[in-house]
T-cell receptor, first 115, second 115 residues
Framework: AQTVTQSQPEMSVQEAETVTLSCTYD???????LFWYKQPPSRQMILVIR??????QNATENRFSVNFQKAAKSFSLKISDSQLGDTAMYFC????????????FGKGTRLSVIA | EPEVTQTPSHQVTQMGQEVILRCVPI?????FYWYRQILGQKVEFLVS????????KSEIFDDQFSVERPDGSNFTLKIRSTKLEDSAMYFC?????????????FGEGSRLTVL
C-alpha cells in the first residue's frame, strides 16, 4: 500500500519570501505520479503541480517548483515570491500510473502568508 | 471555467438518519469520485465510478454507502444510516478519461455533521 506523509501541519511565510513544504511517500512501485493540490479557505482543491516519476527533471509552474528525489522518496514544494493568495491548505498526493487507481493524500500543510 | 459543484455545503443530521450528498461533475468528464476528510486527518478515497458502475472502492465504503448517477448529470453519495464517525467533509471529484493524467477536479466539499 502507498502512503504519503506531510510532517509540517502548519507553516507561515512572509509575503515575497520563499517557503518549502515537505512530503515523503512510500511505495514499491516504479511508475507513478506525484501531485501538490491547494485548497484555499472555503474553496475547492485545485491542482498546483504534477510530477511523473519517470521524469528526472523537476516540474515547474511559474512560482511553484518541486524537488523530486526518487531514491529518497521525497517530493517537496517550493513557493517563490509568496503572495497572500497562496494562503491555503496544501496536500501532497500520490497515484499509480497503471489503471484507475485512487489518489492517496497526505494530511496536508496549512500555509499562512503574512503581509 | 467549468467546475464541480456540490450540495449541500453543510448538513447536520441525527445518528441513524439517511443522508444524500449531491455532486454535479464537469460535463465531459467520465470518471467520478468521492473522497472524505475527517477533521484533522487525511483525505481518504471512498469510491470511483465509471460507465455507470463502481470501478473501485475502499474499505471505508461499506454497505452503508452507495453511489448513483441517476440522470446523467448528478452523482450522489448516500449514507443509509449515519454514524457519529461519518462526520467529515465529503469531496466529489471528476476526471477526463481520454488521456489519463491523474488530474482530478474537486468540488468545494459537503460538510456532514452527525449528532
Amino acid at each position: 500500500a502507498q502512503t504519503v506523509t506531510q510532517s509540517q501541519p502548519e507553516m507561515s511565510v512572509q509575503e515575497a519570501e520563499t517557503v518549502t513544504l515537505s512530503c515523503t511517500y512510500d511505495t514499491s512501485e516504479n511508475n507513478y505520479y506525484l501531485f501538490w493540490y491547494k485548497q484555499p479557505p472555503s474553496r475547492q482543491m485545485i491542482l498546483v503541480i504534477r510530477q511523473e516519476a519517470y521524469k528526472q527533471q523537476n516540474a515547474t509552474e511559474n512560482r511553484f517548483s518541486v524537488n523530486f528525489q526518487k531514491a529518497a522518496k521525497s517530493f517537496s514544494l517550493k513557493i517563490s515570491d509568496s503572495q497572500l493568495g497562496d494562503t491555503a491548505m496544501y496536500f501532497c498526493a500520490f497515484m499509480l500510473r497503471s489503471g484507475n487507481t485512487p489518489l492517496v493524500f497526505g494530511k496536508g500543510t496549512r500555509l499562512s502568508v503574512i503581509a | 471555467e467549468p467546475e464541480v459543484t456540490q450540495t449541500p455545503s453543510h448538513q447536520v443530521t441525527q445518528m441513524g438518519q439517511e443522508v444524500i450528498l449531491r455532486c454535479v461533475p464537469i460535463s465531459n468528464h467520465l470518471y467520478f469520485y468521492w473522497y472524505r476528510q475527517i477533521l484533522g486527518q487525511k483525505v481518504e478515497f471512498l469510491v470511483s465510478f465509471y460507465n455507470n458502475e463502481i470501478s473501485e472502492k475502499s474499505e471505508i465504503f461499506d454497505d452503508q454507502f452507495s453511489v448513483e448517477r441517476p440522470d446523467g448529470s448528478n452523482f450522489t453519495l448516500k449514507i443509509r444510516s449515519t454514524k457519529l464517525e461519518d462526520s467529515a467533509m465529503y469531496f466529489c471529484a471528476s476526471s477526463e478519461r481520454r488521456e489519463y493524467t491523474g488530474e482530478l477536479f474537486f468540488g468545494e466539499g459537503s460538510r456532514l455533521t452527525v449528532l
